[in-house]
């Protein structure tokens, strides 16, 4: 059994880390409740980042986090959500220029990267995932909408494997083996940036049972 966690919008915390320059990046909150999170549990986490915001963009990273980032590749990674969070970015070259300049910061940052993407508002053009998947993106988190899966808790669209995601951590009032689906082969769970610090509780409590039933975090 498999467990993906993953937070989406990242941005806030990147900003910060050009912006502010602290000395290392787990002196940041999410970044440092991450690692121990890691630590304490054996838990992996994905983040999914946007390329840019009104005031900044993630190229501004400056290199001297690529050993921290290189050193936490094996539980930290890192993939491309969106070129900006106002709305689903549906112009194509917008769309393959705020995936390049994603791309190129985290090669050049030498993080983690992940094949498995969650796109900003879940939404992409059958062009977009062709052009995804000709940048080696093999699945795709997908919403949890019946009507999407016939079969099962997959599909495959354009080449690529779309996952349904059913554990979404703001929405959820309870955190029970129940809810958190413990006993499904494969569970896919998300927060996003912004409510991060509020679920911090929620998330680890899910991360424990998780574990006592034995999930591998991928």
Same mark, same amino acid.
Request: proline share 1%; hydrophobic share 35%.
């Given at each position: 059994m498999?467990?993906?966690?993953?937070?989406?919008?990242?941005?806030?915390?990147? !900003?910060?880390?050009?912006?502010? !320059?602290?000395?290392?990046? /787990?002196?940041?909150?999410?970044? $440092?409740?991450? !690692?121990y999170l890691y630590e304490t549990y054996g838990a992996k986490f994905t983040l999914y980042a946007f390329a840019m915001s009104s005031d900044f963009l993630i190229s501004e990273i400056p290199?001297?986090?690529?050993?921290?980032?290189?050193?936490?590749?094996?539980?930290?990674? /890192?993939?491309?959500?969106?070129?900006? $969070?106002?709305?689903? /970015?549906?112009?194509?070259? $917008?769309? !393959?220029?705020?995936?390049?300049?994603?791309?190129?910061t985290l090669s050049r940052l030498n993080t983690g990267k992940t094949d498995v993407l969650?796109?900003?508002?879940?939404?992409?053009?059958?062009?977009?995932?062709?052009?995804l998947y000709e940048n080696g993106v093999?699945?795709?988190l997908f919403p949890d909408i019946d009507e999407l899966y016939e079969n099962g808790e997959s599909f495959t669209e354009d080449g690529i494997l779309h996952h349904r995601t059913r554990v979404w951590f703001e929405k959820m009032s309870l955190m029970t083996a129940d809810t958190l689906l413990v006993g499904k082969e494969n569970v896919?769970?998300?927060?996003?940036e912004k409510h991060f610090e509020g679920q911090t509780d929620n998330i680890e409590k899910a991360i424990a049972l998780y574990k006592q039933a034995d999930y591998l975090f991928i």
């Open positions: 498999i467990v993906h966690i993953s937070i989406d919008d990242v941005i806030y915390s990147l !900003r910060y880390l050009a912006q502010n !320059r602290p000395d290392s990046v /787990f002196d940041m909150r999410l970044f $440092g409740k991450l !690692r290199c001297e986090y690529a050993v921290e980032f290189a050193e936490s590749k094996d539980w930290l990674r /890192f993939g491309y959500h969106g070129k900006c $969070g106002a709305t689903a /970015f549906r112009d194509e070259c $917008g769309f !393959r220029q705020g995936y390049r300049l994603v791309d190129d969650r796109l900003h508002s879940w939404y992409a053009t059958s062009e977009q995932k062709q052009y093999t699945q795709l896919y769970a998300f927060t996003h």
